[in-house]
């Protein structure tokens, strides 16, 4: 059985995930922070992440890896990310995409985003908060928010939260366990064959440039390998090196 703390409000689940861990009273096993609303929820790159009170999932999941070594930690990302995918596929809903790193995407609009964080002991992972907020019943989103979407916007139905989250869970579960059974070949195939913008081309903007990128490979560490459509050069880039530009330029592609 997953030990679940939900919160009806909390600040984030990843702060209350971290806490619970360095006061040394959390389980030493996986369990799962869940919350009803966030107060300060945290997206990536400093960014804030907003849902409405009871319409969406927003959970953190603790995972303590057997032997995962830091510098496969990208392992985490692709796991998670093909978990969230898969859920939404098994719901029927079709283009379905992982954007680079983590984020969950349907047609060019973002359903889902994470925020993985990871405490490390010597060369290995101790444990990871992987925080995952995926929009389930949320049909008005705020303007500032350049492409959201939801599961209800998509299929038209309404969604029970603890029997999506049940679903999910078995699937991000099983997918965080094959990590160390599944050879990091298979997974990065897996990851790859759901991937947006893999030898596909799409806008980027990379420092100050705005050019037309094609993502030709990415490596087991997640760095991007994205060729630049004029050019044909290619160049790698780090996680916060390069954004896909959303929605305007992309629109003819969605
Ligand atoms: C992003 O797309 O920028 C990542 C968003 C991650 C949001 C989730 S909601 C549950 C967990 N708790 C947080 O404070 N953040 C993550």
Redesign the pocket.
């Known amino acids: 059985m997953l030990n679940e703390i939900k919160y009806k409000i909390i600040d984030?689940?990843?702060?209350e995930a971290q806490r619970q861990l360095q006061n040394g009273v959390a389980p030493k096993e996986d369990f799962v922070i869940r919350a009803d609303f966030?107060t300060d929820?945290?997206?990536?790159r400093g960014?804030t992440?907003h849902s409405p009170n009871e319409q969406n999932l927003?959970?953190?999941y603790v995972f303590f890896p057997s032997k995962l070594e830091v510098k496969n930690q990208f392992m985490l990302s692709q796991a998670a990310a093909t978990a969230v995918a898969r859920y939404l596929i098994n719901n029927g809903v079709e283009n379905v995409s992982i954007k680079w790193p983590n984020?969950v995407y349907v047609g060019m609009k973002k359903i889902c985003?994470?925020?993985i964080e990871n405490s490390v002991s010597g060369h290995y992972i101790k444990y990871s908060i992987v925080?995952?907020?995926i929009n389930i019943n949320q049909v008005n989103f705020p303007e500032n928010l350049p492409n959201p979407t939801s599961l209800t916007r998509i299929t038209g139905r309404l969604y029970d939260l603890d029997t999506e989250f049940a679903a999910l869970i078995e699937i991000l579960r099983n997918n965080l366990y094959e990590i160390s059974r599944l050879n990091a070949d298979t997974l990065m195939k897996r990851y790859k064959s759901m991937m947006l913008g893999l030898d596909r081309m799409l806008i980027y903007r990379s420092g100050g440039r705005v050019f037309k990128g094609i993502i030709r490979d990415v490596d087991y560490r997640g760095m991007l390998t994205l060729e630049d459509a004029e050019t044909g050069l290619s160049d790698q880039y780090a996680f916060n090196e390069v954004n896909l530009v959303i929605p305007e330029q992309n629109k003819e592609n969605i």
């Open positions: 984030s689940t990843n702060s966030q929820g945290r997206g990536q960014n992440w927003m959970f953190s984020d985003g994470m925020l925080g995952i907020g």
